[in-house]
């Protein structure tokens, strides 16, 4: 928003008024797996596929059946990625001893390399996201997404 105040952003309520808010994430997303899959091609990590590597980096092991209620992202969605990252040895799946139904996700050795890397990939495009946002403001954009999400996602609806 460059030097305008927060406030007087909001305020000229006309000047918005044919946008919506579903346009405007629909076009930060699809540029952002642009910027997103030109830093991982190197790693042979689509997209698709780094919110799944990072969640497993974050909490191994994990069941699939979790890590998909951990993102909100349906299981068929999840098993592809998971498949992918696997088959570029990212991803090991072992056997649940408490469950044998149930596999857990591990990163194997080259997950636990390229994390760090796709991690600082995503700092790098996360910088460019905030360019001219203070961080108070881009605390109240996550707020209100996560606000959104929820009135999308709450069951009681």
Known sequence: MGGT???EHWTNK???????HGQMISAIYRHMQVYI???LASYRIGSGQYIFLMAIASGEPITQKALSEK???DKTTTAK???KLEAEGYVRREPDPADN???LLYLT???REVAPKVQEALNRIKSKTKKGISD????LLLTLLKTVLHNLTDEAN
């Open 37 to 39: 899959s030109a830093e």
């Open 101 to 103: 139904r149930y596999h």
């Open 14 to 20: 006309h000047e918005h008024a044919s946008e919506s």
């Open 5 to 7: 105040k927060l406030s």
């Open 71 to 73: 993102l909100l992202i």
């Open 109 to 111: 050795d080259e997950g």
């Open 81 to 83: 990625a998971i498949a």
């Open 136 to 139: 108070e403001e881009y605390s």
